[in-house]
């Protein structure tokens, strides 16, 4: 089957795990799991993606970011500390226009406080790849069609102590990129997997240089789920992004009107490292076992459960320790807020060049008005002729409290 499917996955594909790194691959002779960048993927990667404005801002930086709407995304701990009762968002993100114009993620979420220590939440991520013309081999043409992928989720958090909370998410996972075409003889069908979250937030008043501040941290493990497979015979499945995301923030209080921000966050996934196998002297292929499988010379076997991959993930790279630091993806951020009304934002997000090369500085505004907030971010690579370039997120929160209650009766 040919068709602008398969340009689009494959743009897609690039985006998130470097351009560069791969573009420049493909002019090597490289066998089965010996390829210099040795990126790990998954399935639905489009689960990695920062879905908000605010955070898209600061270096995709957000798991101990203030507590917001979009907290579901980056660390649904957060909403026990949250100041507003209830809160509605929504965000869009044109993607990878510089290579495709019709490629779009959609978020939306929401929270409700049950009292001073708990609150439900809930969100859906919505990822279109545009419009699809499916043709025969021949080029005569099958029909048209939009695949597209979400993800469905339900979150309760709860304060453990008056510094710590605690939270868990549901997630239901559908990926439809080929409408039941067959694909190299085999026919597909919608990929689903279900997964959950675990995350924790804690905030502690401080004072740093003669200033009140607010010290922050968070960790969140995300999607932890079953594999999925998009054929029938489910004779291939594929691990969704498990990921550990951990990180510390600052804010301080510099007066009456004004306060700054600084945050970092640490990503892993937690998914098998793609290991390196013995190439046979005089054939120069992979060598296979009795087993009929490839073996292995370096690194784990990544075919195993998702329990033990989660585990092995923290060892299983073929260049040991140095490998595996390699694979932590970094973010930092930074934001300024005046008079609660009005903010500048501005990041570097950070991926190592064997795995994925992406680079990019970030900017971003908001305004905060009495019933709602508006964010804007901007992405800026670090290198030309990336298909991030110039991406724009736009979000917007609504105070739900504000919506209902008149000016008067308003804290």
């Not at 340009?7 to 791969?22: E, M, S």
């Not at 957000?62 to 507003?84: C, E, I, L, M």
């Not at 691990?239 to 209080?253: H, Y």
């Not at 500085?361 to 800026?380: I, N």
Request: hydrophobic share 35%; aromatic share 12%.
């Amino acid at each position: 089957m040919r068709s602008s499917f398969i340009l689009k996955n494959l743009l897609f594909t690039i985006a998130l795990f470097g351009f560069f790194g791969l573009a420049s691959a493909q002019n090597q002779t490289n066998y089965i799991g010996q390829d210099p960048l040795n990126t790990v993927t998954t399935a639905v990667p489009f689960l990695m993606i920062a879905p908000d404005a605010r955070a898209g801002a600061m270096g995709d930086a957000g798991v101990s970011s203030t507590p917001d709407a979009f907290s579901q995304h980056w660390n649904p701990a957060k909403y026990a500390f949250v100041d507003t009762d209830m809160g509605f968002s929504l965000s869009y993100s044109p993607w990878m226009r510089k290579l495709v114009s019709d490629i779009n993620l959609a978020y939306l979420t929401g929270y409700k406080k049950l009292d001073d220590r708990q609150a439900i939440s809930a969100s859906l991520l919505y990822f279109s790849l545009g419009d699809i013309v499916f043709t025969e081999i021949t080029g005569q043409t099958i029909g048209n069609y939009r695949p597209n992928e979400f993800a469905l989720d339900f979150s309760y958090s709860r304060k453990l102590s008056e510094h710590l909370s605690g939270a868990i998410t549901a997630r239901y996972i559908h990926s439809n990129l080929t409408q039941g075409q067959d694909v190299g003889g085999q026919t597909t069908k919608p990929g689903n997997s279900v997964a959950a979250d675990i995350s924790v937030y804690s905030q502690h008043k401080v004072t740093v240089f003669n200033t009140d501040a607010l010290f922050a941290w968070g960790i969140n493990i995300s999607n932890i789920g079953s594999k999925i497979s998009y054929t029938d015979d489910n004779t291939r499945k594929d691990f969704i992004p498990t990921n550990l995301r951990i990180g510390p923030s600052l804010t301080f209080n510099l007066d009456q009107y004004n306060t700054l921000t600084f945050m970092t966050d640490f990503n892993k996934l937690l998914v098998p490292t793609p290991p390196i196998y013995k190439i046979n002297a005089t054939t120069n292929q992979p060598e296979v076992g009795a087993d009929g499988k490839y073996i292995i010379a370096k690194g784990k076997d990544p075919d195993v459960s998702v329990p033990a991959g989660i585990l092995q993930s923290f060892y299983d790279a073929p260049g040991g320790m140095k490998e595996e630091i390699r694979e932590v993806t970094l973010s930092l951020g930074a934001e300024y807020w005046y008079n609660k009304q009005f903010a500048v934002r501005a990041g570097y997000f950070y991926e190592h060049p064997t795995k994925g090369n992406r680079k990019y500085y970030t900017m971003g505004a908001g305004l905060k008005y009495t019933k709602f907030k508006l964010d804007l971010s901007y992405l800026v690579p670090t290198e030309q002729h990336n298909p991030l370039e110039n991406t724009l997120r736009f979000s917007m929160i609504l105070d739900f409290d504000a919506l209902v209650q008149p000016t008067a009766d308003r804290k």
